[in-house]
Structures are given as structure tokens and as C-alpha cells.
């Protein structure tokens, strides 16, 4: 027997060379130095590993020497016995030895099984050399991004959608669709925040009004009442040919289904938190811009001018006046001469507020039992009403008579004064004055005895007291007459007619405008900072009651400019308008949207809400006071802005 | 022949080959291309959509619904589908007057005019939601684009510098040459000395994850390691060792010139794998945001 070692070599065409060494002696030793039997050129080898020995020829035995082992049938061991008939396979690091029999001898086939280094290994080019070797494929990633970002956005919110169509409230918690809502609501809509199908009802449907007024129930259902008692084609005439822009959204609009005129075109929501943004200008504009002509060409009487903006293009006001005593209010028509309103009252405002002259002097006198200053100011007679927005009528009791005492006579300390208001009653008290009481008589004449003669000044009161004793019955006429009559009581104020065919004394009736602006809204309090005069300038010159002093155009253009800033007159601090700061569009009453600095307060009475009769204002919006966001409209009182507020 | 084709046509074509001819010349690259022809219709674009936003009064605020608004987003939506279409057109060969590097030119800048297209849609309101998340998206695709074009305009000189006119199979060849003599080399020296030597030997060039790559750092490097080992070692035949450790940092010198050549080509790489998966991450969010509005319409 001996041992044989078999070396394969595979040329590049893969043909295998088999050469064949018979080894000397029965020891075999193994191992990486040369002088080994077997020289494996393996670092991973030991110098001496390992010697092989066979007793019989038959059974070969492998002993590891140096502490490193071998592997043998997949193991790890140091020593291994092998039947060479059956054959075996040992790995000596990146080496295979193969022990077979051929005849009487003993095969050793020793092979490289692993490569020479992980260098030497086989590499994809193309992949080991970019980084698709330590990446996920991109095409991967796509799938996985893609259907990450579909779920969570479009099947999830879907899924929200479908499981709350129908519920009024849903539960709290996050619900998928919220990713879909675009910007915050406003504060009056944000308890809806998790509730979107309460206005988005239907997929794929424009909100309708229908989910708006399923809240808001009452008058905004409905347009103002100019607009909604216009006819439709009236009001289609009145739109203006729509700009390249307008076209396009209106193409969008038409194509995907939403219709235009629905609530939220002019209300826009998820503008962000706060109050909800005031309709702009554009929304007014876009009709009464230019809108009489088109109204003329498509056959209809236009009934108002036309406003694009407050700072350029708006008409002059038309305050409701009475042209003559007692006529019903009209429409001004400004530009023909001064306007004169009719009250029916005598009052020369000049008079009143010279600085010097009468009325100064006796308004001086009263300083400090009446709020008077040196001399008379608007303020002293024209008095605010609660709310602020407007001047109350000027009561006499009030107002007047301060300085205008009605009074005619003292009873023990009590003043007692004509009757204002009630002629008939003054005719029966003066009647009864001069009836009842005779003249107090003077001290000085003494008892009924006989006077010396040259006693003058005696016999003046003497004669003056039993004059008016004799004539006394017959002076109550004459007393009234006095008081209806020029330099009377009455007549400095009133038109008095005489008595005529059955008629007593009358007095004109007094109408005091409560609101000349009916189709505006004039804030009173918002003006404060401001001296009367400044805005009703002609008053300090008015001779006659008859001038009308509301404030023009003009005078609101000194502060007031367009909505955009724009203005024809030079301002100093500007305050843009918007047509929603004057006009309010639904007419339920209340005061139209106000500038941004006082909403502020207005925001607070929505969360903070002060109690019912702070702000009460029932004279003037006909209803009860309620704050601008409230939900459970009621039907409004229009009655009273009919009849001009 | 001739008679088939109109002459104009034939003498069109042939005009522009001929222009063709001269851009492949000047190694006109797609950055260039026709005198920066799509960088000015993309900034002419731009110019035009931010002017016009400033003149266009929209009520009651600038956002994605006014009709300014619905034209952005359309023209942006289809700018988003028409530049995905650059995957499709890289992989089709044609001979048309719509060359690839047109189409590159063209998907580069008004990819870029997006930025102005996208950002002006919003009207500047942005939020917590999906129209903000596909703006976020395209924002990232952009950006990630906007560093291919500028690695692909910096980094191959690198890339080149580096290779000192080797291929990467040649960097690789060169290592592999280093391994057998190492080996060899490394024969008569000690088991304790052959380990780090084995170690070294064992260790794959392209192993590292992508950490690895991007940095061309390899701080367990087995090379450098059994360098510092043989350097201190004393136990085996010192001609041997020194023979050794030199094989070692030439192997050292040819694995960092390979190593730089991957961290070079690594960077010219990574930005795709954000491109790619995020820009149909961005169209699975547009479609979600387009069907979003229409379903709360």
C-alpha cells in the first residue's frame, strides 16, 4: 500500500489534468511549510497541521497536530478516522482533501476549493461597483413610498368618509380626512373641525346651500330684499362680462360641477382661524360696477348708481328728507342747491354755537348745574342713544329746557311749567292762572287807608297792582295768545297755527328723522374720537333749522378710502372701506362688518359672551340684541327699517 | 429617392445634424444645450407667474382654489406627469429632432421653474395636510434633483482624477494581484502573524453599507488592521514580515483608490434613490390631493 497524491488542475477550456504522486513512507505529514509531505500553500493552514497514517493499509487516520483542527463531515475535530474504502472529505482551511482507494492504494486529492481571497470572487460589475449592492431598488422604494402615501390620504380618508356619512357628530379621535382640509376654519365653524361631512354631504358635490342653511335657518336663506325681489334675469343682466380669469374659473367651475350664486362664493371658508373673513369688495362690485348701463341695455330701470369703490367711484349719498313741513321723507336728490329738510322746529344752530353773544353767556351762567362749558356744544343737546350707533331725537324736557324754561309761576317753592307738547293744556292752565290767583299784592300799600299825595312811588304800585286786578279776568286770552304768538313761548321754537273755524291753537308736528342714511350704516361710536364739526360742517353757519346737515360724500373721503386704498382726495390717516363696512347685504338688522381694529372686541363677546342687555340696541336693529356669529337666526324685524329704521 | 421628401425637410434635417455636429464638438452637455434655451423658457415662465401674481388681485386671498389658483396647479400637475416621462424616455433610442439630452436640458430647468409653479399654486398657505405634504414632496424631488445636476456637474472630474486612467475592473484586477502575492508572501510566516494577513485577505472591497459608501470611511478595515499588526508583530522571519507589509500598503493604497472610486460614484447615485421612490410617492400624493378637492368639492 501506499499513499498517492492527486493534484487536478483545470485548464481554461476546463479541461482537468490529473497528476499523480506516489508518496513515500506510511506518515504523511500536511501542512503550509515546504518540508510537509503534503504542502498546502494555504494561510489559513498551520505549518505542520496534520499527519496521516494508516495501520492496515485500509483505515487511514488523520491527527490534527497544532491546536488549529479540520473539518470533517461538516464538524470540527482533531483527530479522524477514515475508512479509505468508503472514502472521505477533510477541509484544511480553503483546501479539500479527498481520501478514496484505488486498488491498493490510498488517494489523496487535494483541491482549492475556496477562492484565494474575497477579492478574487466573481463580481457583477454593474452592481458591485454602484449602489444597488447596498440599496433597496429604487423601483422598490417607488412601490412602497407610493402605496404608503395612497393609504394614509386617499383610501383612509375615504374610509373616514364612509364611516361617518351619515352621523350628525362624529367621535372624537383622528379621523383620516382631516388630512384632506386645507386650512383652519373659521371660529365660528371650528366646533366642525372633525365633521366634515356636515357641509361636504355628498363626494364629488360642491357644498350647497342646503348643509348652510340647515344651520342657518331664517333670513340667509335669502339674498337682501332689493336683490331677492329683483328678477332673476334683472340680476344676471346686472353681473359684468366676466374677465379672462372669471371665464377660466367659470369653465373650471362648469366642468367639475360647481355651481355659482351658492353661499359659500361670497362666505369662503378654511381661510384660516379667527373670524370669518368680511366679503370683499369684488362681490359688490362685480355687479354695481358700471351696472346702470347694462341694466339700460338689457331693458330694465336701474334704481341705483353705480359704486365700485368707496375711495373713487361711489355716488353721493341721498339722505331721506322731508321737502316741505309735514311731507312724507323722500330721496334727496344732491347736486341741485343745499339740501333742506323739514322738521317742523325754528332752530338756528349759528345762534347756538357762537362763542360769544346770548347763548354763550346764559350757557356760562349754568356751568356747573348743567354739563355746559363756556359755550353751547353739539353734544349738550344732540345726545347718543345706548348703543352708540345714533343720535337720539331732541326731547325739549331734555334737551331744551335747560335754558327754554316753560315756566310760569312759583307755588311755594315748586316751579310749575306749561305743559310741552299738549297746546290744549296750556291754553287751560294759563286760562286757569289768571282765573284763580289774583296779583299778589305789594307790601308797600298797606291796608286800604287813604295815601298822602306825592307819595309817587307808592301810587305807581298802587296803580300798577289795582290795574291788574280790574283787568285780570280778561288777560288769560290775551296770555295765550302771547305764548302762541311771536316773541311767545312757543313760537321761538314751533310753527303755530292760530285758531280758525273750530280749531284751537295748534302747533306743527315735529318729525325728527331718526336715520337720513337708510341704506348705509353709520356707526356714531366708532366716530367718537371725532369732533361733530369735523364731519357736520356746516352746522356752526346753519340760520335755519330747515338745512340739512348730514355730512356728504366728501367728508367721509377724508378718512375713508377704497377698499384697496384707493382715493381721488388727499388722506391723511386712510381707513380702508370695503362696501361691508357701510352696507350689510342680507338686511336682518344687524350692524354690518366692522373694521379689523374693533373686531377684536367682537371676537371676544363671541367666546366671552357679555350678557344680553349690554349691547341692547333694540330701538335701533328692531330686535333683540345678538351677536354677529350667532347660529339660531331669528326672523328680523324689518318692519322698522322699513319705515327708515 | 430624393422626390419622396420635400427638399425644405431634407435640407432642414440636414441643417440640423450639422448643428448637432457642432454641439457634440463643444461637449455641449445637457446643462448648456441649445445656449441655455429651456433655462430661459423656464425663467421667462417664472418671471412671468410671479409678476402676474403680483398683479392679479385674487379674493379674498391668494390660494389653490382661485382660478389663478386651478391654472397653476394644471400646469403644474401635468409639468410633474410630463417630467416623470423622462424614466420612460431615457430607455427608448430614438433619431428624432427630440433628443435626450433636449429632453434632459428641458426636464432640468422647468423641473427647477416647479419650485416658482408649485410654491405660487399654494398662495403661501401651507398646513398639516395632504396638499402641504405634495408640495413637501415635490420640494424633496427637486432638491434631490437639483444636487444630481450638480454632482453630475462636479463630480466625474473627480471620478477621473481618481481612476488615473484605470477602469474599475483594472482597480479590481489590482487588488486581486496584490491578494496573490500576498498570499504567497505570507507563507512562511506564523499562524499568529498569517491570521490578520488571512483577515485582510478575507475582507470583500465592496463590503460596507451605505454609510460606508457615502462617507469612504472603513474604519474596521482588515487591511489597514493586519498593517498595524505586522508592523508590531515579532514573531515570524523579519525579511518575511517586512515583505508582507509592504504587499499590504500597496493593497492598502489600491483599496482606498477603489474605495474613493465607489464613494464618488456612490454620490453620483444616492440622489436618485430619493428622486425616484419620492417623485411616485408625489404622484400618489397629487392624486390623493387632486381627488381630494373634487371629493369635498
Request: charged residues 20%; positive net charge; contains cysteine.
Amino acid at each position: 500500500m501506499s499513499f498517492i497524491l492527486r493534484r487536478i488542475s483545470t485548464t481554461k477550456t476546463g479541461k482537468q489534468i490529473v497528476r499523480d504522486q506516489p508518496l513515500p513512507g506510511d506518515t504523511i505529514t500536511l501542512g503550509r511549510e515546504g518540508g510537509n509531505t503534503i504542502h498546502i500553500a494555504d494561510l489559513a493552514v498551520n505549518p505542520q497541521h496534520a499527519t496521516i497514517t494508516s495501520a492496515d493499509g485500509r483505515h487511514v487516520r488523520v491527527l490534527a497536530s497544532e491546536g488549529l483542527g479540520f473539518d470533517f463531515n461538516g464538524r470540527t475535530v482533531d483527530v479522524a478516522d477514515v475508512d479509505s474504502a468508503a472514502g472521505a472529505e477533510l477541509r484544511f482551511g480553503g483546501h479539500r482533501l479527498t481520501i478514496a482507494r484505488e486498488g491498493d492504494n490510498v488517494i489523496l486529492l487535494v483541491e482549492r476549493i475556496d477562492e484565494l481571497s474575497q477579492s478574487s470572487k466573481d463580481v457583477d460589475e454593474a452592481k458591485a461597483f454602484s449602489l444597488q449592492g447596498v440599496m433597496p431598488g429604487k423601483r422598490m422604494g417607488a412601490w412602497a413610498f407610493g402605496i404608503l402615501v395612497l393609504l394614509a390620504f386617499l383610501i383612509g380618508p375615504i374610509w373616514a368618509w364612509s364611516s361617518f356619512k351619515s352621523v350628525d357628530e362624529r367621535p372624537q379621535g383622528y379621523h383620516a380626512d382631516k388630512a384632506w382640509m386645507s386650512g383652519p376654519l373659521s371660529s365660528a365653524h371650528a366646533s366642525l373641525k372633525n365633521d366634515c361631512q356636515s357641509c361636504h354631504v355628498e363626494p364629488f358635490v360642491a357644498v350647497t346651500d342646503k348643509a348652510c342653511v340647515g344651520c342657518h335657518t331664517g333670513e340667509h336663506k335669502a339674498m337682501s330684499m332689493a336683490h331677492a325681489n329683483a328678477p332673476t334675469a334683472m340680476l344676471l343682466a346686472a353681473r359684468h362680462p366676466p374677465g379672462v380669469g372669471e371665464r377660466i374659473l367659470a369653465g373650471f367651475a362648469k366642468t367639475f360641477n360647481k355651481p355659482q350664486g351658492r353661499c359659500v362664493a361670497c362666505h369662503t371658508e378654511h381661510e384660516g382661524a379667527g373670524p370669518m373673513l368680511a366679503t370683499p369688495q369684488k362681490f359688490c362690485a362685480d355687479c354695481h360696477d358700471g351696472m346702470s348701463a347694462r341694466l339700460l341695455k338689457a331693458g330694465f330701470k336701474p334704481t341705483v348708481a353705480d359704486a365700485a369703490d368707496f375711495g373713487t367711484s361711489h355716488p353721493e349719498f341721498r339722505p331721506m328728507v322731508r321737502t316741505a313741513p309735514g311731507a312724507k321723507p323722500v330721496r334727496a336728490m344732491p347736486g341741485k342747491g343745499a339740501l333742506t329738510d323739514f322738521d317742523g322746529l325754528k332752530f338756528p344752530h349759528d345762534v347756538h354755537l357762537q362763542a360769544t353773544g346770548g347763548v354763550a353767556r346764559m350757557a356760562a351762567s349754568f356751568r356747573g348745574r348743567y354739563d355746559f362749558g363756556k359755550k353751547l356744544e353739539c353734544g349738550n343737546c344732540h345726545r347718543p342713544e345706548a348703543d352708540g350707533v345714533r343720535i337720539k331725537p331732541v326731547e325739549m324736557e331734555r334737551d331744551c329746557a335747560m335754558c327754554h324754561s316753560l315756566a310760569f309761576e312759583t307755588v311755594g317753592g315748586v316751579t310749575r311749567t306749561l305743559r310741552h307738547g299738549e297746546p290744549d293744556q296750556v291754553v287751560a292752565d294759563l286760562t286757569a292762572y289768571y282765573r284763580s290767583t289774583p296779583p299778589s299784592r305789594p307790601l308797600q300799600l298797606g291796608g286800604m287807608e287813604r295815601r298822602r299825595p306825592g307819595d309817587y312811588a307808592q301810587g305807581q304800585v298802587y296803580n300798577i297792582y289795582f290795574r291788574e286786578v280790574a283787568m285780570r279776568p280778561n288777560r288769560a286770552e290775551d296770555a295765550v295768545r302771547a305764548v302762541f304768538s311771536k316773541g311767545g313761548a312757543c313760537y321761538d321754537c314751533h310753527t303755530i297755527f292760530a285758531p280758525q273755524a273750530g280749531n284751537k291753537w295748534r302747533v306743527q308736528a315735529v318729525d325728527q328723522t331718526p336715520r337720513f342714511l337708510t341704506k348705509g350704516w353709520f356707526d356714531h361710536d366708532a366716530h367718537k374720537e371725532t369732533d361733530c364739526a369735523d364731519c357736520h360742517t356746516a352746522a356752526p353757519a346753519s340760520k335755519a333749522a330747515t338745512d340739512l346737515l348730514v355730512p356728504g360724500l366728501r367728508q367721509c373721503r377724508d378718512c375713508h378710502v377704497g377698499e384697496t386704498g384707493a382715493r381721488v382726495v388727499k388722506v391723511e390717516t386712510a381707513t380702508e372701506s370695503p362696501c361691508a363696512m357701510c352696507h350689510e347685504y342680507h338686511s336682518d338688522g344687524g350692524k354690518p362688518w366692522m373694521p379689523q381694529r374693533q373686531r377684536k372686541k367682537n371676537v371676544a363677546s363671541v367666546t366671552d359672551r357679555p350678557p344680553r342687555n349690554v349691547y341692547g340696541v333694540t330701538q335701533v336693529t328692531g330686535g333683540d340684541w345678538r351677536s354677529l356669529y350667532d347660529v339660531t337666526w331669528r326672523t328680523p324685524a324689518l318692519a322698522a327699517a322699513r319705515r327708515g329704521g | 429617392m430624393a422626390s419622396l421628401f420635400p427638399k425644405r425637410l431634407l435640407s432642414r434635417r440636414s441643417k440640423a445634424t450639422q448643428t448637432e455636429r457642432v454641439r457634440e464638438r463643444r461637449h455641449e452637455g445637457f446643462l448648456r444645450y441649445a445656449n441655455f434655451r429651456w433655462a430661459k423658457i423656464s425663467g421667462g415662465l417664472c418671471l412671468l407667474i410671479i409678476v402676474s401674481y403680483a398683479l392679479i388681485d385674487v379674493t379674498p386671498r391668494p390660494n389653490g382654489g382661485s382660478w389663478y389658483g386651478y391654472t397653476l396647479g394644471t400646469i403644474g400637475a401635468l409639468l410633474i406627469l410630463w417630467l416623470t416621462a423622462l424614466g420612460y424616455r431615457k430607455r427608448k433610442m430614438t433619431s428624432d429632432y427630440w433628443s435626450l439630452k433636449a429632453w434632459t436640458s428641458a426636464h432640468v430647468y422647468l423641473g427647477l421653474s416647479l419650485i416658482v409653479i408649485g410654491t405660487w399654486h399654494t398662495g403661501f398657505q401651507l398646513g398639516w395636510n395632504v396638499h402641504t405634504l405634495a408640495w413637501v414632496l415635490m420640494m424633496l424631488v427637486i432638491l434631490s434633483g437639483l444636487y444630481g445636476v450638480i454632482a453630475y456637474a462636479t463630480l466625474p472630474a473627480a471620478l477621473s482624477n481618481n481612476r488615473d486612467e484605470m477602469t474599475q475592473m483594472q482597480m479590481l484586477e489590482a487588488i486581486r494581484a496584490f491578494d496573490r502575492q500576498l498570499h504567497a508572501a505570507a507563507q512562511p510566516l506564523t499562524p499568529e502573524d498569517t491570521a490578520p494577513v488571512l483577515a485582510a485577505l478575507d475582507e470583500d472591497p465592496f463590503a460596507g453599507g451605505i454609510a460606508a459608501r457615502l462617507s469612504g470611511r472603513y474604519p474596521r478595515c482588515a487591511t489597514s488592521a493586519a498593517l498595524v499588526a505586522l508592523a508590531t508583530s515579532r514573531s515570524s522571519n523579519a525579511d518575511a514580515r517586512d515583505k508582507v507589509v509592504g504587499l499590504l500598503k500597496q493593497k492598502e493604497a489600491a483599496l482606498a483608490r477603489l474605495r474613493q472610486h465607489l464613494k464618488i460614484r456612490a454620490l453620483l447615485e444616492v440622489w436618485l434613490y430619493v428622486h425616484v421612490p419620492l417623485t411616485f410617492a408625489l404622484i400618489a400624493a397629487l392624486s390623493a390631493h387632486i381627488i381630494s378637492v373634487f371629493f369635498y368639492w
